[in-house]
């Protein structure tokens, strides 16, 4: 396939996408783009930047219609399903710009920020919702959002949102929509029980594989240089000075440690912002925006930002510390090298973290040249310490193993309920990962529809255990809280 003409968009599509510069559908575009408008079930896969969101968002809006017409309060058609606010938020922004000259309507939703606004936009009439699942069942227990008319159901990032636990709410969501309806399921990796979720939902569905699971985009250029755990921060700051780096996104493992190093490096005249769950939604939006535009020079993150964080011509991703599940590697280094751009990727290694090296290894079929940067060389007696994984809990995990380290990314998840909604909660930091008694609600404690178990609804969409049996089902809400 040569051109975006030849996929059967229609021309209000084909404009917008000539306007953002494309002219040549990436692979998984132009395999997954023809399925979806045959109104066929996809699972479909490709390695993180491979342009995932255009091969869902153009057909879909292509099947809805671009010149549709209908009442002016008309409930969604399509529901789009993303693990994270920033994905969510980079996947409407999408349908904005593809559907520039369309007339349908689209809206955003998650949680850390005030529901009233999203229930003024459902009011009004929506097409396409994209939303976390959290936020999407506080409206579907206040009973705000209306999911009948539901055709197409997009299950993005699809692995994510099982490693953040989210498939019981996943369920719990697909029970109340049409029985008749086309599936479409994005992906990175398939385990077990993606197939499984996906031969629950899916009549006969069309399978588009890009590339095996693990393997990296050939444009980035991989670095892994070795040093003392000591050094790490100022071998960071070298690397910034000496090979002159503009714009560089920071992955850690924990949420302090991503604030204490942003403040250092911006002591250090390296402009830098942190993001993670604890951050208020304001707060994330604000930095991202700031990183976006150039005028930070280092945003640092947790796994929050590995996925969803879509930065055009974006140089440098440095693992400032290794991943704890081998798979974040890859997503993590996805977020420069996209759209067909070149980047590079760094990852700082000392001796704690030899063992995941050897499994990023092993998934990504590569073996890594360990470099060394003169003045920071590590000390070849050094011992290896258990791993900080910001659970509570140390040690790297066996190759592998999908447990421990997951709740990394399980439970990033802001802290704080919206402001004058502050509920009682135990006192000091928790680190990424770390687990609390109690969790925000947007204010508000809210009973599983159609039930008496009582959720917890965490703010953006995280896992919600059932928990209890104090809720109620006519609207008595009780706030309580989990900080993260």
Not at 231 to 240: G, P, Q, S
Not at 446 to 474: C, H
């Amino acid at each position: 396939m040569s051109d975006f003409s030849d996929l059967g968009l229609p021309e209000d599509l084909l404009r917008a996408v000539r306007e953002r510069g494309y002219t040549t559908p990436t692979p998984v575009q132009a395999k997954a783009i023809p399925i979806i408008l045959d109104t066929r079930d996809i699972i479909a896969g490709a390695q993180t930047g491979t342009g995932k969101t255009a091969a869902f968002v153009l057909p879909l809006l292509a099947r809805l219609g671009t010149q549709f017409s209908g009442p002016a309060r008309r409930p969604p058609r399509a529901l789009v399903l993303t693990p994270t606010r920033e994905l969510a938020a980079q996947v409407e922004e999408s349908v904005q710009i593809y559907g520039k000259y369309c007339r349908l309507r689209s809206l955003v939703m998650f949680g850390g920020v005030g529901i009233n606004p999203q229930i003024d936009g459902l009011r009004r009439g929506v097409d396409i919702l994209v939303a976390t699942p959290g936020r999407l069942l506080d409206h579907l227990g206040q009973r705000t959002v209306d999911l009948s008319a539901v055709e197409i159901l997009v299950l993005d990032e699809a692995d994510r949102m099982l490693d953040m636990g989210f498939i019981k709410d996943i369920r719990r969501i697909i029970s109340v929509l049409p029985k008749v309806r086309q599936n479409l399921l994005f992906s990175a990796t398939f385990p077990p029980e993606i197939r499984e979720l996906a031969g629950s939902l899916m009549r006969d569905p069309a399978q588009v594989e890009i590339a095996p699971q693990g393997t990296t985009a050939e444009r980035i250029q991989q670095h892994v240089i070795v040093c003392d755990r000591s050094r790490k921060k100022d071998l960071l700051v070298e690397l910034f000075q000496s090979r002159q780096w503009q714009q560089a996104l920071i992955f850690t493992r924990t949420k302090h440690l991503a604030n204490r190093l942003a403040e250092q490096l911006d002591a250090q005249g390296i402009t830098a912002m942190a993001i993670h769950g604890n951050k208020s939604q304001t707060a994330r939006t604000k930095a991202l925006f700031e990183f976006k535009n150039g005028r930070l020079q280092a945003l640092v993150a947790t796994d929050i930002a590995a996925r969803g964080i879509d930065i055009s011509e974006l140089p440098t991703v440095v693992n400032y510390e290794l991943p704890m599940v081998a798979e974040d590697y890859v997503h993590r280094i996805g977020r420069t090298a996209r759209a067909g751009a070149s980047g590079a990727a760094y990852s700082l290694v000392c001796v704690d973290e030899y063992r995941l090296l050897e499994s990023i290894e092993r998934l990504t079929r590569q073996r890594f040249t360990r470099e060394r940067v003169e003045g920071f060389e590590p000390d070849p007696n050094a011992k290896p310490q258990p791993i900080e994984t910001g659970r509570g809990q140390r040690g790297p995990r066996a190759p592998g193993h999908h447990g421990g380290g997951d709740a990394v990314r399980r439970h990033d998840a802001p802290r704080r309920p919206e402001p004058g909604n502050e509920a009682p909660r135990r006192s000091g930091p928790a680190p990424d990962g770390q687990r609390r008694s109690s969790q925000p609600v947007d204010g508000n404690r809210r009973p599983a529809p159609g039930g008496d178990a009582q959720r917890r609804a965490p703010v953006d969409g995280n896992r919600r255990p059932a928990g209890g049996n104090n809720g109620n089902a006519n609207g008595n809400y009780q706030q309580r809280q989990r900080g993260r």
